[in-house]
């Protein structure tokens, strides 16, 4: 297995790792992404804002031939004391090897590689940042707006750790602030207050009652689900307090638009306390009846599952895009600090898209 290819591969992903490249500090890697392919003679051009085009969309794509987009993030979550990374026991350690380094090495790789003379769809590359912020945050979303020529592409796989499975749809991700009013008071006499921290207690009750609820999209289950994930409040030991303010996370499934998931939200949570939307970002369509998808599929005989997640493949979504997420990392490892991918995982990923781009 450690013949050439996946050696390359596996010191790729630990040269990318050992560039720091938290969110908002992107920069730094994009510049060395794009000096790499540069040096390998392949055409890039910086886009801006952290964003790198390779390949097809670096320039005009040749006509009458499918493009196939290849994406990428360039940001991590912040460092657990996991970089700098290794490579050990047949795996590359640290952070971001999963999320996403590792494919940001496999579509370095395959750009140096694939001869576009010998290929059966165009193949462009395209690396942005701040995608582990909020959706508001992304580089993503005004990239598209700003670079027309991207949405003439047939199909998006964006590269986020699926395991080398294809990983089609995506939740739609409504993020809100949930805070409830009452009456300030002595804690000797409560009778004559009113306490906000049990105002909430009911609230989140009746939200923690609410059923997961499954919904079917081409045979894919997507499970809705609404959590509370943060509560505070209180002013001292002695004091009922008059504010309490709560975390709320839902997950929608495709199909529900963004403004009726709002609506549901809002229907949960406001008889009893005042909701106030801080994020929401779209679900994406299931697009498993997409002729290059089922290429991509019958070439590596790859199995598939619903993204129980956001990914970003909403944005192109948004624009008109289909999309899907494959990429070599293992989404379970993602955010850990004992982070890793496995050679024989960049090497699977690199041969499916190889074979994919080569004879279509």
Request: include cysteine; hydrophobic fraction near 45%; proline fraction near 8%.
């Amino acid at each position: 297995m450690h013949d050439d290819v996946t050696g390359r591969l596996a010191a790729r992903t630990l040269e990318l790792v050992d560039v720091p490249s938290e969110s908002r500090d992107e920069a730094a890697l994009a510049a060395h992404v794009l000096a790499v392919l540069g040096d390998a003679g392949v055409p890039a051009r910086d886009a801006g804002d952290t964003c790198v085009l390779a390949g097809a969309i670096a320039q005009a794509p040749a006509p009458g031939r499918p493009l196939v987009i290849l994406a990428g993030h360039l940001d991590t979550v912040p460092t657990q004391g996991n970089r700098p990374g290794r490579h050990d026991g047949g795996a590359v350690h640290g952070l971001g090897a999963s999320d996403m380094k590792a494919a940001l090495a496999v579509m370095i790789e395959l750009a140096c590689d694939l001869d576009p003379r010998e290929t059966a769809v165009d193949v462009g590359y395209l690396f942005f940042g701040r995608e582990e912020l909020p959706v508001a945050e992304s580089a993503l979303t005004p990239l598209l707006g700003r670079e027309p020529g991207l949405l003439g592409a047939d199909l998006v796989l964006m590269m986020e750790p699926t395991d080398n499975t294809i990983h089609a749809g995506c939740l739609g991700n409504l993020n809100a602030t949930w805070s409830f009013h009452g009456r300030s008071g002595h804690s000797g006499r409560p009778w004559t207050a009113d306490n906000a921290i049990h105002r909430a207690a009911r609230g989140i009750a009746a939200l923690a009652d609410l059923p997961y609820v499954e919904h079917e999209h081409d045979g894919l289950v997507f499970t809705e689900a609404v959590s509370v994930t943060r509560v505070a409040g209180g002013i001292a030991d002695n004091v009922v307090p008059d504010l309490t303010t709560a975390h709320v996370n839902y997950r929608y499934p495709p199909g529900l638009p963004a403004a009726d998931a709002e609506a549901r939200l809002r229907a949960w949570c406001e008889p009893f306390g005042t909701l106030e939307i801080v994020s929401n970002a779209p679900s994406a369509p299931v697009v498993l009846d997409h002729p290059l998808v089922r290429s991509l599929r019958d070439h590596g005989d790859l199995p598939v599952h619903a993204k129980q997640a956001w990914t970003p493949i909403a944005e192109f979504a948004a624009f008109g895009l289909p999309a899907v997420n494959f990429g070599p990392g293992d989404p379970q490892q993602a955010h850990r600090r004992d982070e890793h991918v496995t050679d024989a995982a960049l090497r699977r990923s690199y041969d499916v898209l190889r074979a994919f781009a080569t004879t279509g």
